[in-house]
């Protein structure tokens, strides 16, 4: 199975994080003789994901002066034998001279390593946490071993390198047959079909909102509606952070926000779960449902959620809740489509919709938006199409020429999707405005149909 190993210096909470993933589900310790020994393996459950995972704890007691040596032979062993790693830091302490040697032993050996600044609760941290970007490891994870925090986070990279991993198993276990769509060199038109979500891979659903929105209620008639279809709880299982369940035929995961406050009250952690529940749900989610109440519908706490949505490259639904108490349902639709284009220009043509949580009306309708939203922010346009495309932009609106100078934009291509970015060659990238820019992004939302979906489009030099 998907391999993770924990290492860092000792101290930093490896262990506990390993024991919090594991809990009793402790494989046997490997008992041979020599560094072996040293280190744990067991079993993890985060969420859905279910991996191995490695920890090097063994270390944290010895002190002899081989101390060094062993660490990092050990080290070396626990990278070599994972799929991943993740390196911990303790973000109180901060970067010590120990962390840059770990750091340079992963960045020569370990292809994915994720950055952890653990004991990052509370504002101690937040210095440590800074320093961690510094490791050039990429974005550093704020964990909390010990209190359980950043598990969503964890679970959000973990995610797609597992399913990756599933995926190449399955590749080697049945060869595929058909053509290649997926081939980057596409000198034809032929656009791949967007790969629908599966039991497998399920689609992840976030719905975020302010308390009240009607969050719960939701849920709730989502999985009533689903409860109907398929009898009592069946098809739906439930784990702390997500809810995995078909939705009018979509397999869908969908991160429980509400339900995951109203269990940390249990726990007497309401307070820290609040303040960055949307956070974790908008990262674990593909799409993201703003839910609105239409009595009060776009108040701040909305609008930072919807831009953070869009900022953090998710597909967005917004979905206007407690349409059963409107009675001048045409105004206040043409009202709220106003609000929207003025207070969230950046979501410019993402759906909306409206629903009542509470008596399951528009549900189908949040569905298929649900769906087509998914479906745009997986789009690949062809790089042929592209390029025409632009010739004909730039003929009709051509750069700015600063100092008498065109500036020239000679290719463009999609380097990624989810959600879709586009990178285009320019003479002198740094001097095109941010309104050529905001040209091309609304000429490509409009043209290859991607309303909704948050588009990426950076020009670049080419020497
Ligand atoms: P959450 O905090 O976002 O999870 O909100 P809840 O689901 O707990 O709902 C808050 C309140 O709004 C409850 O009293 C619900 O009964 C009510 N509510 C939720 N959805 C609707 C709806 O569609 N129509 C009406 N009239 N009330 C709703």
């Not at 594991?22 to 041979?32: I, N, S, T, W």
């Not at 528009?362 to 745009?376: E, K, N």
Request: glycine share 8%.
């Amino acid at each position: 199975s998907f391999t993770l190993a924990i290492v860092g210096r000792p101290n930093v909470g490896k262990s506990t994080l390993f024991n919090r993933l594991v809990g009793k589900r402790l494989a046997l310790v490997d008992d041979q003789p020599g560094v072996t020994r040293d280190l744990r393996e067991g079993e993890a459950r985060l969420g859905d994901l279910r991996f191995t995972v490695v920890d090097t704890a063994g270390l944290e007691e010895a002190t002899d002066e081989s101390l060094q040596g062993r660490m990092r032979k050990l080290t070396e062993r626990a990278v070599g034998m994972a799929d991943a790693c993740l390196f911990m830091i303790d973000a109180r302490a901060g970067v010590l001279a120990a962390d840059e040697v770990f750091a340079d032993i992963l960045r020569k050996k370990s292809a994915h390593v994720i950055l952890g600044a653990n004991k990052s609760e509370g504002r101690a941290a937040d210095a440590g946490f800074l320093e961690a970007y510094a490791l050039g490891l990429g974005e550093p994870l704020r964990l909390s071993a010990e209190h359980g925090e950043g598990m969503a986070e964890l679970h959000a990279v973990l995610a797609p390198l597992i399913e990756a991993a599933e995926a190449r198993l399955d590749a080697e276990a049945a060869p595929e047959v058909d053509v290649d769509l997926s081939d980057e060199d596409d000198d034809e038109d032929m656009e791949a079909p967007v790969r629908m979500p599966t039991a497998a891979r399920p689609l992840q659903v976030a719905v975020v909102g302010r308390p009240n929105a009607g969050k719960s209620t939701l849920i709730n008639q989502i999985l009533g509606e689903d409860r109907l279809l398929t009898g009592p709880e069946a098809g739906i299982t439930r784990d702390s952070i997500s809810l995995s369940m078909d939705w009018q035929g979509t397999p869908v995961r969908l991160f429980d926000t509400a339900g995951m406050r109203k269990r940390a009250k249990v726990q007497d952690k309401l307070e820290k779960l609040s303040v960055s529940d949307g956070l974790r749900a908008v990262k674990f989610a593909e799409v993201v449902v703003v839910l609105l109440d239409a009595q009060i519908p776009f108040e701040a706490q909305d609008l930072k959620i919807a831009d953070l949505a869009e900022r953090e490259g998710r597909a967005v639904v917004i979905a206007v809740n407690k349409w059963d108490l409107e009675t001048d349902r045409q105004d206040k639709l043409i009202a709220l489509k106003e609000e929207f284009a003025r207070l969230l220009p950046q979501l410019r043509g993402a759906p909306l919709v409206t629903v009542s949580a509470l008596t399951g009306r528009g549900l189908d309708r949040l569905h298929d938006a649900v769906i087509s939203a998914y479906t745009v922010w997986n789009r690949r346009v062809p790089t042929a199409r592209l390029n025409r495309w632009l010739a004909g932009m730039l003929e009709m609106h051509p750069p700015p020429a600063p100092g008498g100078r065109r500036i020239k934009l000679r290719y463009m291509t999609q380097v990624k999707t989810r959600p879709p970015a586009f990178v285009v060659m320019a003479s002198v990238p740094e001097k095109l405005p941010e309104s050529y820019r905001r040209y091309l992004v609304n000429g490509l939302r409009e043209d290859f149909e991607m309303p909704g979906t948050p588009i990426r489009l950076t020009f670049r030099g080419q020497g």
